[in-house]
């Protein structure tokens, strides 16, 4: 039993390194020094009855993992905001101490996973684990390694420490799981992104009704991309026989900025709340204070994102919608429900909710798009200054009209499958079921453009 677990998880291990090391070798050794120094401080910290001394260990490995991402990711942010904030007071400082720094791939996600485990060990939620090539499993299994979900050790690191066998029903779930999101990937996110980029990229020459176009193409662009990712990353656990926890729910469904939250990139939503919103004190110590821990949380969020203001923008824009629903008691209104919980259609009422919180996210997507806050205001300034409506063409000279077909009816399919985001293809008819399978391969292969840029949004973060 023993033996047959270890050589699982050396093959797991040894395919995670292997698949993380054809972007970058160099970088294997971040992936493994993080291992190493969060699995002693795991120990450590469960060896101490002391809370001072578990608490020290604690910060240590918070100012790790939070130095790696520090230096690799915002360094050169910070110098280059200290270098204009000193130009505003007048004093002229060379921007001589930036760096050409790469930054890893998934480095936000594996450095919070990491440090999710060692909070869940001084919480006393978890022990450490006895066998280091079960937690390096863990910490870079290539599924999920470079853009998630950021898994806790609660959920994955106890499958990893267990023996896998294989499943056909969990097998086939993550085969369905995986053509999903490559529809999501190749025929949303990517037949989209062109559209996009020129029309972010040119938009002081078109007319407003074209901007409101490329906002509301790439609320699409980007969720078809993560959730697409999502998808295969679950799809692609299964047939190891892992089950990693959902990271979208239909967020577009959503009836309130809440509901939103607790659909679009769940894994991280429930990081931050689980180790700094709760325990700053979450929503027990008044209103003002509770207000204070939603906008820390959602200015970290947008900072987590990347080093540019515009995503600290995106948070804060957030924070400022989330707090009335929160003031008004609605934050947990539509909890344990979705959009028609029983009927083929929405009320009137519903409808308009969910229109009104796609219209404020679309909005906010312009400034998390925008390269900066100037670019996002001047976007936004023309979309809704201008008002003249103009025909738009794709820049590669198809039709637009196949691109707006295909998103009504994505829309619309999803509405369809919107109670389990894990069943994509949840349809007992076989028929149905294999029709809908050679309908989504012929539509890849049509939607299909080798010209097109097909790396992941997220890969940036």
Same mark, same amino acid.
């Given at each position: 039993m023993k033996k047959s677990l270890k050589a699982q998880n050396i093959l797991l291990l040894a395919a995670s390194y292997f698949f993380y090391g054809i972007w970058d070798y160099r970088f294997l050794s971040l992936i493994l020094l993080s291992t190493i120094v969060d699995y002693i401080i795991g120990h450590k %910290? @469960? +060896?101490s009855d002391d809370d001072a001394v578990r608490k020290k260990w604690l910060w240590c490995s918070v100012i790790f993992n939070i130095g790696l991402l520090g230096f690799f990711k915002y360094y050169n942010f910070f110098i280059d905001s200290w270098v204009d904030l000193s130009a505003l007071m007048g004093y002229n400082i060379q921007s001589t101490w930036t760096l050409s720094v790469i930054l890893p791939v998934g480095i936000s996600f594996y450095t919070f996973q990491t440090m999710s /485990? &060692? $909070?869940? %060990? /001084?919480y006393r939620k978890l022990k450490p684990s006895k066998s280091f090539l079960s937690f390096a499993a863990f910490v870079s299994f290539f599924p999920q390694l470079v853009a998630g979900p950021i898994e806790r050790a609660s959920n994955l690191l106890s499958q990893i420490s267990n023996k896998r066998t294989f499943n @056909?029903?969990? &097998?086939?779930? +993550?085969l369905k799981l995986i053509l999903w999101g490559l529809f999501k990937k190749v025929v949303i996110a990517d037949a989209l992104g062109p559209i996009v980029d020129d029309i972010f990229s040119n938009y002081g020459s078109y007319p407003s009704s074209t901007l409101l176009l490329g906002a509301i193409l790439f609320s699409f662009q980007i969720y078809g991309d993560f959730s697409g990712y999502s998808d295969i990353a679950i799809g692609t656990a299964k047939l190891f026989g892992i089950e990693l926890m959902s990271n979208f729910k239909f967020p577009y469904f959503s009836r309130n900025i809440a509901e939103f939250w607790r659909r679009w990139h769940i894994s991280l939503s429930s990081w931050f709340q689980a180790y700094i919103y709760v325990p700053l004190g979450g929503s027990r110590n008044g209103k003002a204070k509770t207000i204070r821990n939603v906008f820390i949380i959602f200015l970290v969020s947008g900072f987590w994102h990347g080093a540019n203001w515009t995503f600290i923008l995106w948070g804060l824009i957030h924070a400022l919608i989330f707090v009335p629903v929160l003031l008004l008691g609605n934050n947990t209104k539509y909890k344990n429900t979705v959009v028609a919980q029983n009927s083929m259609l929405p009320s009137v009422r519903e409808f308009f909710n969910v229109i009104g919180v796609f219209a404020i996210v679309t909005i906010s997507w312009i400034v998390f798009r925008s390269a900066s806050i100037t670019e996002a205001f001047s976007f936004l300034g023309r979309m809704f200054s201008d008002f003249s409506v103009a025909p738009y063409f794709h820049p590669s000279g198809y039709r637009m009209i196949d691109y707006y077909i295909l998103v009504?009816? $994505? #829309?619309? /399919?999803?509405?369809? %499958?919107?109670?389990?985001?894990r069943a994509p293809f949840q349809f007992k008819n076989k028929f149905v079921r294999f029709?809908? *399978?050679? =309908?989504? =391969?012929? #539509?890849?292969?049509? $939607? *299909?453009?080798? +010209?097109?840029?097909?790396? $992941? %949004? @997220?890969f940036q973060f």
């Open positions: %910290i @469960y +060896g /485990y &060692s $909070f869940d %060990i /001084y @056909y029903e969990q &097998s086939v779930s +993550g009504i009816a $994505f #829309v619309c /399919y999803e509405f369809i %499958i919107r109670k389990d985001e029709s809908l *399978y050679t =309908i989504i =391969i012929l #539509v890849m292969m049509l $939607f *299909y453009d080798s +010209g097109v840029d097909r790396s $992941f %949004i @997220y």
